[in-house]
């Protein structure tokens, strides 16, 4: 079985017609701030790694703006999460979720 992550498993969503959220990949802060910046609504950082449980493990987080966000970036990327180094982190629009 193949793994994915997250970001690959959403491209090939996308591929079959199904929708989802804005976003690209970041390997830097600063493409991180230009991502968030260009999709202009508060923002979701998602380490990429194959692990559960990010969001307890500080993994995935949420910027307001294009600065907040290349300075969350900034402090995932390279960080050490669940075993696994932070090379790249997922920037996508903040998706409001009924519960």
């Known amino acids: ?15 079959v017609g199904l929708s989802i959220p804005k976003g690209a990949v970041a390997s830097t802060h600063e493409e991180a701030k230009g991502i ?31 600065d907040e966000a290349e300075r969350i970036a900034g402090e995932i990327l390279g960080s050490q999460i669940k075993g696994s180094r932070v090379e790249r982190v997922l920037v996508e ?7």
């Open 36 to 66: 968030a910046a260009e999709i202009g609504k508060p923002v979701a950082i998602k380490a990429q790694i194959w692990a559960t449980g990010r969001f307890k493990a500080g993994g995935i987080r949420f910027a307001a703006n294009p």
């Open 1 to 15: 079985m193949a793994r994915l992550f997250e970001y690959q498993g959403k491209q090939i969503l996308e591929e």
């Open 93 to 99: 629009e903040k998706l409001a979720i009924d519960r």
